[in-house]
């Protein structure tokens, strides 16, 4: 579960929740992540934007 304050200056926050799927190799030079996915199966409150799109939103008010 994660939750953030979005940055837009909203006050809004976002929360979403799910799970990692993670697999492992282990190599001469200890454990290293060989592949990784996240599956969000729940959110809540409206969704972050990119920095670009959020200075787009404000440059249009």
Do not use: C, E, K, N
């Amino acid at each position: 579960m994660s939750t953030h304050v979005l940055a837009d200056g909203s006050g809004s926050v976002f929360i979403s929740a799910g799970y990692a799927d993670t697999g492992l190799v282990r190599t001469a030079d200890g454990w290293r992540i060989s592949a990784s996915t996240l599956q969000v199966v729940w959110t809540q409150g409206p969704p972050p934007r990119r920095p670009d799109d959020v200075a787009a939103a404000a440059q249009s008010v």
